[in-house]
């Protein structure tokens, strides 16, 4: 039997935690590919941090918000490995802006796995910027106000303006369906960067249901009722064919 | 061999690739610019990876990765950049990565000027970034050692497995001076590091981190780390002394100081008083011992930095007699100039001065 890219082993992640999932579909789609032995993943700073401890291939730490420009380094260090990062809205979408943007602009043949929760829940749920307005966080008790907070940031709709960018699609897991078109997602990506083809991004938006949701069925209900209103999911360019 | 004429900064970049570095990642800043140009030429020569990156940032972690995928990495900036990427040398050092860093020092604080100082002694050798890390730091003091140093520097980095900086100033990077060529390529096999993340093919996963979250790791690995610099501070000292025996007075000083100080030494000789100069080579490990040794007898030392007075810490830790440790330096870009420091040594050693001068 083959060794397989998930190392089936009790992961952290409060029950309901979409890293859990998406942690899974990550390296079910390496196995798929029959990529394990030539992948190298890089983890994010947040809860995603110990994502090594769950995956069975190579994989370096980077500072917050700095996995693209570590992957950067992987990547044109070995262009024959397939190198990806995974990453929050915290560390994608604030401190780590920079380094997303201009990975992306430079359309480095990378994959970036997404995750979008809209809040930062390693320190205890405060305020993203990817955070709906009105939404209650330990930084906006009233609700993010958009005088006083901005606007919550929608990344994915600016890297794929991006000539060097491939493909970006934004899926979700609220749902056994949305779960499949998320992995489907997830191995185009992987593919994308296979081909050869230049930057791939796949936005997972997902629920913290520690922080911001009585329980994890009623953060579930958030997501598909009110998130996804205006994180709208589908393919946002795809330039892969 | 013959000689060429090159900038330290292309002697330096010239250094590295010889030294098989294959990975470059920089940012443009003054007064270190003739390196990443050069760079950017040199790399596609030999096949290697040229990123000029969006920030000094994204630089350093650039060499994080690439320095993770095996290869000999380096950065290279001036004061300012080099503030910006303490994060990612902290980093560096807590994942035990080898990588080298140059930084080709200018007048701070805050954006300060593009003229050459000596100011971030301080930072390159007491740990600009957080927690308790170490990088071997060398101080050349001419092209041909902007060269030879850097050269040297992948060999450090990669046998103990840490930054290495050489810092150097904008007088020495930016001048153009003659220099042998007189180190083979050599070639590097990123395979040959067993903890590179190549892809697990054949053996267990590699993880590359400085995160250790359970109870006592931490410690313990911190502990690992001392032991390591320890090693570093018994082996890796460097040091030169010129005309010390016997010397009344010995200027201390590192890199373009040093070779000022150097003439200095042989006009106030030429005057009959002896003055010698102690020059430390590596900053971090400082050669305390042999300056101890050096401050033994009842010589005064003068330390001459372009600075406020940095380096002079570790002075007087070595000498430990404060009356004997004096310190002149300039600041924000002023170079001390051989007259100036012959008369800080005339005004400070008044009755020794002219009591040798009777003599002879």
Known sequence: ?241 | MNKILITGNEACAEGAIRAGCRFYAGYPITPQNELIAYMSKRMEEVSGVFIQSESELAAINMVYGGAAAGMRAMTSSSSPGVSLMQEGLSYIAGSELPAVIVNVQRGGPGLGNIAPAQSDYFQATKGGGHGDYRMITLAPMNAQEMFDFTYEAFDLADKYRVPVNILSDGLIGQMMEPMEMNKKMKTISPDDKKWALRGCAGREPNVVKSFFIKDGVLEEWNEALQKKYAKISKREVRYEEYKTKGADIVFAAYGSMARICKAVCDSLREEGIKAGLFRPISLWPFPTKELKKLAKGKTNFLVVEMSAGQMVEDVRLAVLDDKRVHFYGRMGGGVPQETDIINVVKRLFKSKVKSKKSKV
């Open chain 1, 1 to 241: 039997m083959s060794i397989k890219a998930f190392k089936n082993v009790s992961m952290h992640y409060c029950p309901g935690c979409g890293h859990s999932q998406v942690h899974k579909m990550v390296c079910d789609v390496i196995d798929e590919l029959g990529i394990r032995e030539r992948t190298v993943g890089v983890a994010p700073v947040g809860c995603a941090v110990i994502a090594y401890d769950y995956w069975n291939f190579d994989v370096s730490e980077a500072a917050h918000g700095r996995a693209p420009a570590v992957a950067t380094g992987l990547k044109r260090a070995m262009p024959d490995r397939i190198v990806f990062t995974y990453q929050g809205d915290g560390d994608l979408a604030a401190i780590g802006t920079g380094e997303i943007m201009h990975a992306a602009s430079r359309g480095e043949n990378l994959t970036v796995i997404f995750v979008n929760n809209g809040v930062y829940g390693m320190t205890g749920g405060q305020m993203a910027p990817t955070t709906l307005a009105g939404q209650k966080t330990a930084t906006s008790l009233k609700g993010r106000d958009l005088k006083r907070d901005g606007y919550p940031l929608m990344v994915s709709e600016i890297i794929a303006t991006m000539p060097g960018v491939k493909y970006v699609e934004r899926v979700s897991i609220h749902n056994r369906i949305e779960i499949e078109k998320t992995k489907q997602a997830i191995k185009k990506a992987f593919q994308c960067q296979i081909e050869g083809k230049g930057f791939s991004l796949v936005e997972v938006v997902t629920v913290c249901p520690t922080y911001g949701a009585k329980n994890v069925k009623e953060a579930y209900t958030r997501l598909e009722n009110e998130v996804l209103k205006f994180y709208k999911t589908g393919v946002i360019k795809d330039e892969t064919v």
